[in-house]
């Protein structure tokens, strides 16, 4: 079945420090990725879409200067993380999407915790 | 907008079948989903339906489709411990990004 790997699978850091998260599809090539987050006892909450080539689409309220995304090939994808402050301590997944018709397949999630 | 609504709990014994609901808005969903959540990790896909469909069955698992009353179920025969998890339903219109919308989530509590 299709496998995405998401790297690395918990951080823990000092606040002020930037933080880079990785999403593979490993046996598929991704057409769009997701970039998700989710808080404790909640459903999944959509931050940012993210097409190869092509600049991210980001979902309201989502600050596309924190949250940087890149996409540069078909199979990973980058969430970064900048200057990460204790409020943006969350579990955060990934998910990749091979095209039409196709189901999305997750990642495990990285747990971040700022200090 | 959309909305997807789940019941947050459900409490089965074990060897028991457990039927996890769900009811959408958005009447041009293209497929349906249910996703398995263990503590602290990703989501994993269980199955999946395309609209003109009204039931799929794979092993344990069936899935109903009611379109006409935008109502999907998950019916998990004979449960296990291990199926001990949160389940997310979630609809998109499919197409070329098949963006998401999910559901609240049911955790599912199998009792031995």
């Known amino acids: 079945g299709a496998v995405v790997s998401q790297h690395p699978s918990r951080v823990i850091c000092k606040s002020g420090t930037s933080v880079k998260i990785e999403c593979r599809s490993l046996?598929?090539?991704?057409?769009?990725m997701f970039w998700y987050r989710q808080f404790p006892k909640q459903s999944l909450m959509l931050m940012a879409t993210s097409n190869e080539g092509s600049k991210a689409t980001y979902e309201q309220g989502v600050e596309k200067d924190k949250f940087l995304i890149n996409h540069a090939s078909l199979t990973l994808s980058t969430l970064t993380v900048t200057s990460a402050h204790p409020e943006d301590s969350s579990f955060y997944i990934c998910?990749?999407?091979?095209?039409?018709?196709?189901?999305?397949?997750f990642g495990d999630g990285t747990r971040l915790s700022i200090l | 907008g959309e909305d997807v609504e789940q019941s947050l709990f459900l409490s089965v014994r074990e060897g028991d079948s457990s039927v996890i609901n769900c009811t959408y808005t958005?009447?041009?969903?293209?497929?349906l989903y249910w996703y398995k959540q263990e503590p602290g990790a990703g989501l994993q896909l269980l199955t999946y339906i395309f609209s003109n469909m009204d039931m799929k069955q794979d092993q344990r698992l069936t899935v109903l489709l009611n379109k006409k009353d935008k109502h999907l179920s998950l019916r998990i025969a004979d449960t296990q411990t291990g199926d001990s998890a949160i389940y997310f339903c979630?609809?998109?219109?499919?197409?070329?990004?098949?963006?998401?919308?999910f559901g609240t989530g049911t955790l599912l509590a199998v009792q031995p």
């Open positions: 979630a609809e998109s219109g499919g197409g070329a990004t098949n963006k998401l919308i």
């Open positions: 046996d598929f090539q991704a057409t769009t």
């Open positions: 998910s990749a999407y091979g095209g039409y018709n196709q189901p999305q397949h």
């Open positions: 958005d009447s041009s969903s293209t497929y």
